[in-house]
């Protein structure tokens, strides 16, 4: 829970609180307190005697320890605060307790910072600095002699590449107790338009009543949080509506009339984060709109940090939110986003998933690094309202790329985006998804072709082409007819111009799920009991990971295709399948080798019958061909129609008149 908070001096702005979980969760609590640093202390001579009565080794000066050690987390976390055992040490060098230093330095207008620490009892506090390797330099502390606070004044002067600010707590011969503690602007440092910001906050929902409620109620919960904020539109595309859902009237109570739902036909994220944009503009309250995705939960000071931030910032700046794994919540599943603009494919920029819990920010060498990235994912991005009113609203694209789009955009425009550290949303990831071959494929195929055309800087999109037609062959081999069946109307939707595409926002989901009961793995098999009568189901299983070499591949590659495009399957659609893999082992390279087989999805709740077919592939390769010679043959004019058409495609008064001609009424 949040400490109590005596006033801070009215001089000083709070940018970040020093915080404590909402629950007493062991899995998150690396992220709050530094779990992996709990010590005993160096003892005075006089205290050898103390010591011989506790189970240490007395010649040892510093002993590890571990939360374990100290019982319940409900012994440590209480309401006033946490408590420090006598003759420990513990760290808030955290990644919600630390300060990143090198981010406010590089994009605010602040020139230092300043700590403010409310103890009671008898310790030491001590305050640490990072740089962008990692090194660690003791540069303050203070001794607390009874309850009070202490206050440290920390420069920005060493931060230019990266490096956190912390402080740790000692306790000496009785409990120690942080009560309070926050980062603060120093007094005088005006934000950079003058005043201190709000936001409207803007969520898109789809039949997740239950999990949007909960994170309404959380947000609600924090009273200094919902004082920044001006309205919470949450915009409800479902068939079950969030008004009906468990816990929305305390999400409504809590929140009061700054809640507005919207019900609204489905048209996707990028239609309804519009929706939470347009209102925000057309209110004219507030000076950010932050989006937020319906189906994670959120560290309610996450949000003021992110309009703290943003407050500073020396030009308008979209700030970004981490991303956390949902059910192993100690996760970092995402830390700095970015587009290789040759391929023009988004990807990390920092190393894979980490986990905080094994090695917490401290230990943690390369995210002491500031890292600047191409956009953030809208599952928390604050975008201010000035840029929203230059540049407009999302493209019309439903769902996929619309986040990227949108900062490239931006960039266009000379404005940055930034990804907070500290500020963050725990979402269920996608290590147990594939959405490349489910319906979603078309729009992956066909928002990656407009984003591309619009912002790539190399010409006719670079080597994205070649990998365009990679990823089809590799669809076709592997018997996923239906994924390069929506992949090739994607190509088409794309030739069609941007006119098409508010025309189909509410319609292309609908036929491309069409598509999807014309080929045996578009529909996902459940309970294999369904299976057609006569299929002999055969477990083996093939495991190899072991992928083809440079030299070997080609000759390979020749190979497989010509006996999907000259030789047909070796019986009708009967035939039963020859393998069940894992989801893990049906690589590009395993599968083609099947002509029937069925392959585990992704999250393991289902199967998925892969069947080869001679006329489909020859038809689907043929296609391939064709459409990535005329994209290419046709990129710059292409290129050309889009640019000249965004502006009106994604204006505000663009919008507004789609959302009025669908029932929206004037204000």
Known sequence: MTPASPAAPVELQLLQRVILPLEHDPGVLPLYVDADYWTTVPLPKDARAIARREPWDEDLKRVPMRVSDFGELSDLVEDSGFRVPRRRKVSFGTYFNAFPASYWKRWTSLESVVLRVATTGVGQIMVYRSNARGVVQQVDSSTQREAGAATFELPFTFFGDGGWYWFDLIAEEDDFALTEAGWHAPAGSAPTRGRIGTASIGITTLNRGEYCAKLLADIGAKPDVVATLDRIYVV??????????????????????????????????????????????????????????????????????????????????????????????????????????????????????????????????????????????????????????????????????????????????????????????????????????????????????????????????????????????????????????????????????????????????????????????????????????????????????????????????????????????????????????????????????????????????????????????????LNALRFAYILRREWPQLSSRYRSSLSDLVSVETWGRYFEQRGRSPR
């Open 236 to 621: 409800d595309q479902g068939s079950e509506k969030i008004v009906d859902a468990p816990g929305f009237d305390v999400a409504k109570e809590r929140l009061g009339d700054k809640l507005q739902v919207i019900e609204q036909g489905n048209i996707g994220g990028s239609g309804g984060f519009s929706r939470g944009m347009f209102e925000t503009v057309d209110a004219g309250e507030s000076d950010y709109v932050l989006l937020l995705d319906d189906d994670i939960a959120i560290e309610p000071e996450s949000i003021r940090r992110a309009v703290r931030f943003a407050d500073y910032t020396v030009t308008p700046t979209i700030v970004g939110g981490h991303m956390f794994d949902m059910y192993d919540r100690s996760k970092l599943h995402a830390f700095a986003e970015t587009i290789e603009m040759n391929n023009f494919i988004w990807g990390p920029a920092t190393p894979g998933r980490h986990d905080l819990g094994a090695s917490n920010l401290r230990q943690t060498r390369w995210m002491h690094k500031r890292f600047d990235v191409t956009y953030n994912g809208w599952w928390m991005s604050l975008i201010p309202v000035e840029i929203v009113k230059e540049i407009g609203l999302s493209l019309p694209v439903f769902i996929k790329w619309d986040d990227a789009e949108y900062s490239l955009r931006a960039a266009d425009h000379g404005y940055a985006t930034v990804t907070l550290p500290g500020a963050a949303v725990w979402h269920v990831s996608w290590v147990d998804k594939d959405d490349s071959q489910d319906w979603q494929a078309f729009y992956h195929a066909r928002n990656r072709l407009i984003a591309a055309l619009l912002h790539s800087p190399m010409p006719r999109g670079g080597r994205l082409q070649r990998a365009n037609f990679a990823t089809d062959l590799r669809h076709l081999l592997t018997m996923q007819y239906f994924a390069a069946a929506a992949r090739i109307e994607a190509y088409r939707n794309v030739l069609a111009g941007p006119e098409a595409l508010f025309s189909e926002l509410d319609t292309r989901l609908g036929k491309t799920r069409a598509l999807a009961g014309r080929f045996s793995e578009g529909s996902p098999i459940r309970d294999l009991t369904s299976l057609p009568s006569g299929l002999k189901l055969d477990r083996q299983r093939v495991e190899t990971d072991e992928s083809p070499t440079r030299l070997a591949a080609l000759p390979w590659l020749l190979r497989t295709v010509a006996r999907h495009f000259f030789s047909p399957a070796s019986a009708d659609d009967k035939r039963p399948a020859q393998a069940h893999l894992a989801f893990a082992t049906a690589r590009w390279w395993v599968t083609p080798d099947f002509d029937s087989v069925l392959v585990s999805n992704a999250e393991g709740s289902a199967v998925l019958w892969h069947r080869r077919d001679r006329r489909i592939f020859r038809a689907g390769l």
